[in-house]
């Protein structure tokens, strides 16, 4: 069972191996958690390590999870490592906001994603994003969303029709329309467009919509990431160009609808199971950005979107790479059938 909008929070502490821990901590970000901390763990040896958890070092993770997502979070740690534990502490409560006051600013690419309770001295060559994730996942402070937001930065200069990132410059009527009229011949149609998939708080898509996309969607399995992501977009003044799409993926397919830009900040296994209808909401030269990997996880996400292993090294296709603190971020354009 998944989170869904309304559900209790419960306070979890899960043991596991240290080698799996970050992809168990994402898990649990995932499943509603507003913030996941480490604490030691009693009974290892000298060297940190146990009997237990294949003989690598016990590491004891602490969050709150939306009720509903328990069993398949078990699941998913138990796929990992299947001596873990998993014990409920406490129902949820003040400690849902507890990461707060250790909120900072943080600088991704042309961006700078702020919650709105911290104050920054105006920078005219940054691109603010204001964003209180609420519940949900999209501070913007993990690796993956920062590596996802470089990429964003890379790829709108490429889109907008000045090659800037943001919104367009004032320049005469004459040179716009020329510059428009060269960034839709690269494409094949005017604007750019934005899914975010897994879009939790919506800052990827809010940061894509004020570096000059057209329009943006958001989709996610967390019913609470409609409220908080349309609330987002409010703050940042693109409520006009945002959507969370709470028929997902299926309700896009079926309408036919394409973007020319689809992120996917998510766990590889997830990119396997979505990998088709990820490629099949590409449009034409459409880029395809995949996160949320570690680094022996890319061949595997490249699988599953119908790319050579190492396409950026052997294949046809060019696949930038975005590495921060042993996260994989890549950007690349699909084959389409």
Not at 7 to 26: F, K, M, Q, W
Not at 177 to 204: F, M, P, T
Not at 289 to 297: A, F, H, R, W
Request: aromatic share 4%; charged share 25%; net charge negative.
């Amino acid at each position: 069972m998944e989170p869904t909008s309304g559900e209790p929070d419960v306070v979890l502490r899960v043991t596991c191996a240290a080698g799996v821990a970050e992809l168990v901590a994402d898990r649990m970000l995932q499943s509603g958690a507003s913030a996941v901390a480490e604490e030691d763990v009693a009974g290892a040896d000298r060297d940190g390590r146990s009997d237990r958890h294949g003989g690598d070092r016990p590491v004891s993770l602490v969050g709150d999870v939306a009720a509903g997502a328990v069993v398949s979070l078990r699941e998913f740690v138990d796929s990992l490592d299947p001596d873990a534990g998993i014990e409920v502490l406490r129902p949820g409560g003040d400690h849902l906001d507890a990461w707060r006051p250790f909120a900072t600013a943080v600088d991704a690419g042309p961006f700078l994603v702020r919650p709105p309770w911290i104050e920054v001295e105006p920078d005219t060559a940054r691109i603010e994003v204001v964003v209180d994730p609420g519940h949900t996942f999209g501070s913007g402070s993990h690796p993956t969303t920062r590596s996802c937001l470089e990429a964003i930065g890379d790829i709108a200069r490429w889109m907008n029709p000045t090659g800037e990132t943001g919104p367009a410059r004032d320049v005469h009527p004459t040179e716009r329309e020329d510059a428009v009229a060269r960034s839709a011949e690269r494409r094949g149609h005017s604007g750019w467009s934005v899914l975010d998939v897994g879009c939790g708080s919506g800052v990827l898509a809010v940061a894509a919509l004020l570096a000059g996309a057209d329009r943006a969607v958001g989709v996610d399995i967390d019913d609470a990431a409609g409220v908080t992501s349309e609330e987002v977009a409010r703050r940042n003044g693109v409520a006009d160009r945002y959507r969370f799409e709470a028929g997902g993926l299926p309700a896009l397919l079926e309408r036919g609808e394409t973007f020319d830009l689809v992120v996917a900040n998510l766990l590889v296994p997830v990119i396997e199971d979505l990998g088709a209808d990820l490629v099949s909401l590409c449009a034409p030269g459409a880029t395809l950005v995949l996160s949320g990997l570690l680094g022996d996880q890319c061949d595997r996400a490249l699988h599953a979107v119908g790319m050579p292993a190492c396409a950026g090294v052997s294949g046809t296709t060019p696949v930038d790479r975005y590495v921060r603190d042993g996260w994989h971020t890549l950007s690349t354009r699909p084959v389409q059938a």
